[in-house]
C-alpha cells in the first residue's frame, strides 16, 4: 500500500474501490484491453494529508505519474484499472444493504475517461458497502509490485 509519511495513502482508497459490496462483477465486462485510460486520483486521509496521480494508458503506451509511481508499473495499473472499469464508469447498485460501521475520514476521487466512458466516482469509508468500493478500487488502482 501506499503510505503518506505518519499516514494512510492512496493505497487504501484502491483497496476499497476493488473490494464490492453487494455486487456481482463477474456478471459486469470489463474494458477492452485497447481502450484508452485516463484517469485521475485523489486521496484525502482526513488528517489534511492529500495525494493524486494520474494514469493513462492506450494500446501502445502506459504512463503513471504522482502517488501512483511508487507502488507498480503502469501497465500493471492499467490492466486492473480495466478490470475494474465498471466500478468507475457506473454508480453503485441503488439497493445495497450495507451494514453501518464506519471505516475512518479518507476519501477517494477518480475522474477521467475509460475507452470514452466518463468516470467521476467519489469513495468514501462511512458504511460496509463504501469502505467495500473504497478498498476494490484502491487496491486496483496502487497494486503492489
Known amino acids: 500500500m501506499l503510505r503518506a509519511a505518519g499516514g494512510w495513502a492512496l493505497a487504501v482508497v484502491a ?7 453487494g455486487t ?20 484525502a486521509d482526513g488528517a489534511g494529508q492529500v495525494l493524486t496521480g494520474r494514469l493513462a494508458c492506450t494500446a501502445t503506451e502506459q504512463h503513471a505519474t504522482g502517488a501512483l509511481t511508487r507502488r ?22 441503488g439497493r445495497r444493504a450495507c451494514t453501518q460501521v464506519y471505516g475512518g475520514p479518507q476519501t ?17 469509508r462511512t458504511n460496509g458497502c463504501e469502505i467495500a468500493d473504497f478498498a476494490r478500487v484502491g487496491a486496483a488502482l496502487t497494486a503492489t509490485r
Open 108 to 124: 477517494m476521487r477518480v475522474t477521467g475517461t475509460i475507452g470514452g466512458r466518463a468516470v467521476d466516482r467519489r469513495f468514501r
Open 24 to 43: 456481482d462483477e463477474t456478471q459486469r465486462p470489463t474494458a477492452n484491453a485497447g481502450a484508452p485510460i485516463a484517469l485521475a486520483i485523489t486521496y
Open 72 to 93: 507498480a508499473p503502469a501497465a500493471r495499473l492499467c490492466a486492473q484499472a480495466r478490470d475494474i472499469a465498471p466500478a468507475l464508469t457506473q454508480p453503485p447498485a
Open 15 to 21: 483497496a476499497a474501490m476493488l473490494a464490492g459490496c
